[in-house]
């Protein structure tokens, strides 16, 4: 039986100087600034939509409230993660990974939706195709960066290496 662990016992660590990270940390504190972009989807919702939808009288309470859960989601859940992934500790380094797979699934899932939303034609599409163009531009460099990251180079995400804690001798 194994016994249970809390992260307050684990060791303290040191980031591995060979592959601290560094590159994508930086990458990290850049996203999640370009990510403070999307606070107007929350505060000024409807002239966001009205610049990017197709059809501005479509701007109903449902599109902003929608719209404003993206823009929380964006900045208060991705920011926040790759917030969390910038720092050099334990937590920081182990969340990379995972950062940026949910960050590639996310942009991999929404590049097909933008463009089947490209190949429809009249009242149906709700974005222009250039928004839509405009929209899978910005997404595909990062998500292409995240699968070399990750496949082709995961040393980018950086290492540590455990301090070592000498153990008191046990009184008798």
Do not use: C, H, Q
Not at 136 to 142: D, Q
Request: hydrophobic content about 40%; cysteine-free; overall charge positive.
């Amino acid at each position: 039986m194994s016994a249970s662990k809390s992260p307050a016992t684990n060791p303290p660590i040191s980031p591995d100087p060979s592959v601290d990270g560094s590159t994508i940390r930086k990458a990290f504190l850049a996203e999640a600034t370009a990510n403070l972009a999307s606070i107007p989807l929350i505060t000024n919702t409807s002239s966001v939509l009205s610049f990017i939808l197709k059809n501005p009288s479509d701007i109903n309470p449902s599109t902003i409230l929608f719209t404003r859960l993206f823009g929380g989601i964006v900045v208060g859940g991705l920011t926040s993660a790759l917030l969390a992934g910038y720092s050099n500790t334990r937590n920081g380094i182990e969340s990379r990974r995972v950062v940026y797979l949910m960050l590639g699934v996310g942009e991999a899932l929404l590049i097909p939706v933008l463009v089947n939303e490209m190949l429809k034609d009249g009242r149906d599409a709700a974005i222009t195709k250039k928004v839509a163009g405009s929209v899978i531009g910005m997404l595909l460099p990062p998500l292409l960066w995240r699968l070399y990251v990750l496949v082709v180079r995961p040393d980018l995400l950086g290492r540590y290496t455990e301090s070592r804690i000498e153990e008191k001798p046990k009184r008798k």
